[in-house]
């Protein structure tokens, strides 16, 4: 069993910054991609970043250069720093992960996401 378990939401004011962390526990053999997903009311997910095992990094055109993603492969989390901030960056925002468990001797991969955080950003 693998959860992903997000931190860092909030109410913040336009031009403020928010962090948000992203902490997979459970039985974890390895993890591919790590990425952040956010949903507007009203709009479809998006994709927003992501981080792949050796680094590499991509970002939706609105939020280049205004938002960071890392990722500490020592502690299975994934971090997505958000600067600038806009009121259309109000979004729930959900933490995606690709995963390798082993189990009896296989190893599966899935593709887990979080609960979701809420960040809003007032005008």
């Known amino acids: 069993q693998v959860q992903l378990v997000e931190s860092g939401g909030g109410l913040v004011q336009a031009g403020g910054s928010l962090r948000l962390s992203c902490a997979a526990s459970?039985?974890?053999?390895?993890?591919?991609?790590m990425g952040w997903y956010r949903q507007a009311p009203g709009k479809q997910r998006e994709l927003v970043a992501r981080?792949?095992?050796?680094?590499?990094?991509n970002y939706v055109d609105s939020v280049k250069v205004r938002f960071t993603i890392s990722r500490d492969n020592a502690k299975n989390t994934v971090y997505l720093q958000m600067n600038s901030l806009k009121p259309e960056d109000t979004a729930v925002y959900y933490c995606?992960?690709?995963?390798?468990?082993?189990?009896?001797?296989?190893?599966?991969?899935?593709?887990?996401w979080g609960q979701g955080t809420q960040v809003t950003v007032s005008s």
């Open positions: 995606n992960a690709e995963i390798i468990s082993e189990s009896s001797g296989a190893r599966l991969t899935y593709n887990y």
């Open positions: 459970g039985s974890i053999f390895s993890i591919n991609h």
């Open positions: 981080i792949t095992s050796g680094g590499s990094t």
